[in-house]
Protein backbone atom coordinates (compact mmCIF):
# COMPACT_ATOMS: atom_id res chain seq x y z
CA UNK A 1 0.00 0.00 0.00
CA UNK A 2 2.93 2.36 1.02
CA UNK A 3 4.16 2.04 -2.58
CA UNK A 4 1.17 2.17 -4.14
CA UNK A 5 0.68 5.51 -2.34
CA UNK A 6 4.10 6.54 -2.88
CA UNK A 7 3.47 6.29 -6.66
CA UNK A 8 0.16 7.92 -6.69
CA UNK A 9 1.79 10.63 -5.27
CA UNK A 10 4.54 10.94 -7.84
CA UNK A 11 1.69 10.68 -10.74
CA UNK A 12 0.09 13.71 -9.13
CA UNK A 13 2.91 15.90 -9.21
CA UNK A 14 3.73 14.94 -12.82
CA UNK A 15 0.18 15.89 -13.91
CA UNK A 16 0.16 18.49 -11.81
CA UNK A 17 3.25 19.35 -13.18
CA UNK A 18 1.74 19.04 -17.07
CA UNK A 19 -0.90 21.17 -15.83
CA UNK A 20 0.32 23.79 -14.69
CA UNK A 21 2.86 23.65 -17.92
CA UNK A 22 -0.11 23.54 -20.42
CA UNK A 23 -1.93 26.29 -18.41
CA UNK A 24 1.19 28.62 -18.76
CA UNK A 25 1.58 27.77 -22.57
CA UNK A 26 -2.50 28.44 -22.74
CA UNK A 27 -1.50 31.57 -21.03
CA UNK A 28 1.37 32.70 -23.03
CA UNK A 29 -0.57 32.29 -26.13
CA UNK A 30 -3.28 34.14 -25.33
CA UNK A 31 -0.89 36.78 -24.51
CA UNK A 32 0.50 36.27 -27.79
CA UNK A 33 -2.93 36.98 -29.31
CA UNK A 34 -3.71 39.63 -27.40
CA UNK A 35 -0.24 41.53 -28.40
CA UNK A 36 -0.98 40.75 -31.92
CA UNK A 37 -4.75 41.67 -31.70
CA UNK A 38 -2.94 45.30 -30.37
CA UNK A 39 -0.76 45.44 -32.95
CA UNK A 40 -3.15 44.59 -35.61
CA UNK A 41 -5.49 48.06 -34.73
CA UNK A 42 -2.44 49.78 -34.93
CA UNK A 43 -2.27 52.98 -37.07
CA UNK A 44 1.13 54.94 -37.94
CA UNK A 45 2.14 57.64 -36.02
CA UNK A 46 4.73 60.39 -36.27
CA UNK A 47 6.14 58.49 -33.68
CA UNK A 48 5.81 55.26 -35.60
CA UNK A 49 7.04 56.87 -38.76
CA UNK A 50 9.63 58.42 -37.56
CA UNK A 51 10.88 55.16 -35.74
CA UNK A 52 11.43 53.84 -39.39
CA UNK A 53 14.78 53.17 -40.97
CA UNK A 54 14.19 52.50 -44.71
CA UNK A 55 15.65 48.95 -44.00
CA UNK A 56 13.02 48.31 -41.67
CA UNK A 57 10.08 49.93 -44.33
CA UNK A 58 11.24 47.33 -46.69
CA UNK A 59 10.94 44.45 -44.18
CA UNK A 60 7.62 45.46 -43.59
CA UNK A 61 6.46 45.29 -46.80
CA UNK A 62 8.06 42.14 -47.47
CA UNK A 63 6.56 40.55 -44.46
CA UNK A 64 3.31 41.95 -45.45
CA UNK A 65 3.43 39.61 -48.56
CA UNK A 66 4.49 36.73 -46.51
CA UNK A 67 0.86 37.42 -44.67
CA UNK A 68 -0.85 37.73 -47.66
CA UNK A 69 0.42 34.33 -49.45
CA UNK A 70 -0.20 32.61 -45.52
CA UNK A 71 -3.68 33.86 -46.20
CA UNK A 72 -2.47 35.31 -42.25
CA UNK A 73 -3.54 39.09 -42.90
CA UNK A 74 -3.74 41.45 -39.80
CA UNK A 75 -7.47 41.77 -38.65
CA UNK A 76 -8.17 45.80 -38.48
CA UNK A 77 -10.27 47.66 -37.22
CA UNK A 78 -10.66 49.85 -40.70
CA UNK A 79 -13.20 52.47 -39.05
CA UNK A 80 -10.96 53.09 -35.99
CA UNK A 81 -7.94 53.50 -38.30
CA UNK A 82 -10.14 55.82 -40.45
CA UNK A 83 -10.47 58.09 -37.22
CA UNK A 84 -7.13 57.65 -36.55
CA UNK A 85 -6.10 59.11 -39.47
CA UNK A 86 -8.41 61.60 -40.13
CA UNK A 87 -6.35 64.41 -38.26
CA UNK A 88 -3.57 63.21 -40.13
CA UNK A 89 -0.96 60.47 -42.24
CA UNK A 90 2.16 59.46 -41.46
CA UNK A 91 3.12 56.49 -44.16
CA UNK A 92 5.98 54.60 -43.88
CA UNK A 93 6.32 54.23 -47.82
CA UNK A 94 5.56 55.22 -51.22
CA UNK A 95 4.18 52.60 -53.80
CA UNK A 96 4.75 53.06 -57.40
CA UNK A 97 2.61 50.84 -59.18
CA UNK A 98 0.28 49.64 -61.50
CA UNK A 99 -3.41 50.66 -62.32
CA UNK A 100 -3.96 46.64 -62.67
CA UNK A 101 -6.89 44.99 -60.81
CA UNK A 102 -4.98 42.17 -60.10
CA UNK A 103 -2.26 44.36 -57.94
CA UNK A 104 -3.91 46.49 -55.28
CA UNK A 105 -0.98 47.55 -53.40
CA UNK A 106 -2.66 47.71 -49.81
CA UNK A 107 -3.92 44.44 -50.44
CA UNK A 108 -0.39 42.20 -51.47
CA UNK A 109 1.26 43.82 -48.89
CA UNK A 110 -1.30 43.39 -46.26
CA UNK A 111 -1.34 47.41 -44.90
CA UNK A 112 -4.06 49.29 -43.67
CA UNK A 113 -5.08 52.91 -43.81
CA UNK A 114 -2.59 55.63 -43.44
CA UNK A 115 -0.03 53.06 -43.91
CA UNK A 116 1.45 53.42 -47.66
CA UNK A 117 1.17 56.04 -50.14
CA UNK A 118 -0.26 54.74 -53.27
CA UNK A 119 0.63 55.90 -56.70
CA UNK A 120 -1.10 53.80 -59.50
CA UNK A 121 -0.61 54.82 -63.41
CA UNK A 122 -0.63 51.75 -66.11
CA UNK A 123 2.89 50.56 -66.88
CA UNK A 124 4.15 52.03 -63.03
CA UNK A 125 6.43 54.72 -64.72
CA UNK A 126 7.68 57.90 -63.50
CA UNK A 127 6.71 61.49 -64.88
CA UNK A 128 6.70 65.03 -63.26
CA UNK A 129 3.35 64.73 -61.33
CA UNK A 130 4.15 60.59 -59.90
CA UNK A 131 7.75 62.09 -58.89
CA UNK A 132 5.94 65.29 -57.34
CA UNK A 133 3.63 62.76 -55.69
CA UNK A 134 6.72 60.95 -54.82
CA UNK A 135 8.62 64.18 -53.31
CA UNK A 136 5.40 65.23 -51.29
CA UNK A 137 5.24 61.50 -49.38
CA UNK A 138 8.92 61.76 -48.37
CA UNK A 139 10.00 65.28 -48.15
CA UNK A 140 7.06 66.50 -46.97
CA UNK A 141 5.02 63.87 -45.32
CA UNK A 142 8.02 62.05 -44.41
CA UNK A 143 7.90 58.35 -45.80
CA UNK A 144 10.59 56.42 -45.76
CA UNK A 145 10.93 53.98 -48.52
CA UNK A 146 9.55 54.57 -52.34
CA UNK A 147 9.48 50.85 -54.28
CA UNK A 148 8.54 50.53 -57.65
CA UNK A 149 6.23 47.45 -58.33
CA UNK A 150 5.88 45.90 -61.77
CA UNK A 151 3.71 42.87 -62.51
CA UNK A 152 3.57 39.88 -64.48
CA UNK A 153 1.15 39.99 -67.76
CA UNK A 154 0.74 43.74 -67.51
CA UNK A 155 -1.21 45.00 -70.60
CA UNK A 156 0.72 48.19 -70.45
CA UNK A 157 3.98 46.06 -71.03
CA UNK A 158 2.14 44.55 -73.71
CA UNK A 159 0.48 47.59 -75.77
CA UNK A 160 3.90 49.12 -75.65
CA UNK A 161 5.73 46.02 -77.29
CA UNK A 162 2.91 45.78 -79.96
CA UNK A 163 3.28 49.39 -80.65
CA UNK A 164 -0.96 50.23 -79.55
CA UNK A 165 -2.30 53.50 -81.14
CA UNK A 166 -5.16 54.49 -78.97
CA UNK A 167 -6.11 57.97 -78.26
CA UNK A 168 -4.19 59.50 -75.18
CA UNK A 169 -3.02 55.46 -74.14
CA UNK A 170 -0.66 56.10 -76.84
CA UNK A 171 1.72 59.13 -75.04
CA UNK A 172 1.22 56.55 -71.77
CA UNK A 173 2.78 53.70 -73.27
CA UNK A 174 5.40 55.84 -75.02
CA UNK A 175 7.00 55.96 -71.43
CA UNK A 176 7.29 52.54 -71.98
CA UNK A 177 9.49 52.33 -74.76
CA UNK A 178 12.86 52.66 -73.61
CA UNK A 179 12.19 49.39 -71.80
CA UNK A 180 11.24 48.04 -74.97
CA UNK A 181 14.08 49.34 -76.75
CA UNK A 182 16.69 48.34 -73.88
CA UNK A 183 15.47 44.59 -74.05
CA UNK A 184 18.42 42.42 -76.57
CA UNK A 185 18.27 38.75 -77.32
CA UNK A 186 14.55 38.81 -79.13
CA UNK A 187 14.79 39.42 -82.45
CA UNK A 188 12.82 36.69 -83.71
CA UNK A 189 9.76 38.26 -81.91
CA UNK A 190 9.61 40.98 -80.37
CA UNK A 191 5.66 41.48 -79.89
CA UNK A 192 3.48 40.53 -77.00
CA UNK A 193 3.13 36.54 -78.14
CA UNK A 194 6.21 36.02 -76.78
CA UNK A 195 5.61 35.67 -73.08
CA UNK A 196 9.49 35.98 -72.42
CA UNK A 197 10.24 39.03 -74.00
CA UNK A 198 7.24 40.70 -72.17
CA UNK A 199 8.47 39.62 -68.56
CA UNK A 200 12.01 40.99 -70.01
CA UNK A 201 10.54 44.24 -70.72
CA UNK A 202 8.44 44.83 -67.70
CA UNK A 203 11.45 43.81 -65.82
CA UNK A 204 13.78 46.42 -67.33
CA UNK A 205 10.78 48.94 -66.90
CA UNK A 206 11.25 48.19 -63.25
CA UNK A 207 14.42 49.01 -63.36
CA UNK A 208 14.50 52.73 -65.48
CA UNK A 209 11.88 53.74 -63.36
CA UNK A 210 14.15 53.50 -60.74
CA UNK A 211 16.54 54.95 -62.35
CA UNK A 212 14.05 57.76 -63.64
CA UNK A 213 13.35 58.58 -60.03
CA UNK A 214 17.15 59.07 -59.26
CA UNK A 215 17.92 61.12 -62.24
CA UNK A 216 15.00 63.29 -62.65
CA UNK A 217 14.32 64.23 -59.05
CA UNK A 218 17.43 65.90 -57.22
CA UNK A 219 15.03 66.31 -53.88
CA UNK A 220 14.47 62.27 -53.21
CA UNK A 221 18.28 61.76 -55.06
CA UNK A 222 19.66 63.62 -52.29
CA UNK A 223 17.37 62.05 -49.25
CA UNK A 224 18.14 58.60 -50.74
CA UNK A 225 21.99 59.46 -50.57
CA UNK A 226 21.95 60.61 -47.32
CA UNK A 227 20.01 57.51 -46.23
CA UNK A 228 16.75 59.30 -45.28
CA UNK A 229 15.08 57.11 -47.81
CA UNK A 230 15.00 53.63 -49.45
CA UNK A 231 14.59 53.38 -53.47
CA UNK A 232 13.83 49.76 -54.56
CA UNK A 233 11.79 47.93 -56.91
CA UNK A 234 10.15 44.40 -56.92
CA UNK A 235 8.26 42.61 -59.34
CA UNK A 236 4.62 41.17 -58.13
CA UNK A 237 3.37 37.58 -59.80
CA UNK A 238 -0.20 37.58 -60.79
CA UNK A 239 -0.73 33.91 -60.87
CA UNK A 240 0.17 33.02 -57.08
CA UNK A 241 0.48 36.14 -55.22
CA UNK A 242 4.48 36.65 -54.35
CA UNK A 243 6.06 39.73 -55.01
CA UNK A 244 10.07 39.49 -55.32
CA UNK A 245 12.41 41.80 -54.64
CA UNK A 246 14.77 43.02 -57.20
CA UNK A 247 16.21 46.58 -57.28
Same mark, same amino acid.
Given at each position: ?10 ? $? ?19 ? $? ?15 ? &???? @? ?6 ? /?? &? ?9 ? /???? $? ?10 ? +? ?23 ? *? ?6 ? #??? #? ?47 ? *?? +? ?38 ? @? *? ?6 ? &? ?11 ? #?? /? ?5
Amino acid at each position: MKSIDIDRRNF $MKKAGGSLIAAAAGSSLALST $MQAHAAQSSMTQTKQTQ &GATT @PQKALQML /KD &GNARFLQGKML /KRDL $MQQVKATGGGQF +PFAAIVGCIDSRASNELIFDQGIGD *IFSARIAG #NFV #NDDILGSLEFACAAAGAKLILVLGHTECGAVKGACDDVVLGNLTQTLSN *IK +PAVAAVSGFDSDRTSSNNAFVQAVTDKNVVLTVERIRERS @P *ILRGMADK &GQIGLAGAMYDVH #NG /KVTFTA
